[in-house]
């Protein structure tokens, strides 16, 4: 089946301490997206990449980092520098173009314990 | 930058009601606007994709209209039932590379 796979599913983060979630997608999508919601809140962008290799900041980037090295691949390292990261954190693919249909994974919780 | 906002925030129907879901956005040069259903805990499942030629979207029980002149899409479920009970966000491109604004959502309930 064609998807796209975020683990894990719940992730605990110790104060002063990187991580890392993964985001996997077989659709043969060309952009990937992370973002970032709050309990009742709307979705944030992060970062996104329109192609491997590159990568661009979204709307709160800071105390985030992102590496594009396949096309299938997009992981979001949260590092000390976010002093607020517990959140529900979603990633996305699609393809690139004008009329574009985005798919989303079933989110990372991360939580700071 | 594209601004999108969702009203009602939440609401409560009787089982059986026809409903309709509210969008707005403020940039109303768009090529497409995309509703999602997200239940609790869970990721976003994408519902409708209304691209900018069109008026409206069918799926089933679902249906969406996008009138970009007046920078409003509506969602219209028919014969809700208590399996629709999810939030619903709309999402609207907001440049080229298609990153999407996204609404605070409607949390609806559809009660037996």
């Known amino acids: 089946d064609g998807g796209i796979t975020q683990s894990p599913k719940y992730l605990f983060r110790k104060e002063g301490q990187n991580v890392t979630l993964s985001c996997e997608q077989n659709?043969?999508?060309?952009?990937m997206y992370w973002y970032r919601q709050d309990p009742g809140q709307g979705l944030r962008l992060i970062y996104y990449?329109?192609?491997?290799?590159?990568?661009q900041k979204g709307d709160i980037a800071e105390g985030y980092s992102v590496s594009r090295e396949k096309k299938e691949s997009f992981p979001l390292t949260v590092t000390s520098a976010q002093k607020n990261p517990t959140a529900f954190y979603l990633c996305?693919?699609?393809?690139?173009?004008?009329?574009?249909?985005?798919?989303f994974g079933q989110g990372t919780r991360l939580t700071v314990v | 930058k594209q601004e999108v906002t969702q009203i009602p925030a939440a609401l409560s129907v009787p089982e059986g009601e026809n409903l309709v879901l509210n969008c707005s956005f403020t940039?109303?040069?768009?090529?497409?606007l995309q509703w999602f259903r997200q239940d609790p805990g869970k990721g976003l499942t994408s519902l409708l994709l209304?691209?900018?030629?069109?008026r409206e979207q069918t799926s089933g029980r679902l249906n969406a209209s996008l009138d970009k002149s007046s920078g409003r899409s509506t969602l219209y479920i028919a014969a809700s039932q208590p399996g629709d009970s999810a939030t619903y966000l709309c999402?609207?491109?907001?440049?080229?590379?298609?990153?999407?604004?996204f609404g605070g959502g409607t949390r609806l309930m559809v009660k037996p």
């Open positions: 996305a693919s699609a393809k690139q173009g004008e009329i574009t249909e985005a798919f």
């Open positions: 659709l043969n999508h060309d952009a």
């Open positions: 990449s329109q192609i491997v290799n590159d990568f």
């Open positions: 940039d109303s040069a768009i090529y497409n």
């Open positions: 209304i691209q900018s030629s069109q």
């Open positions: 999402a609207a491109p907001y440049n080229a590379g298609n990153m999407l604004t």
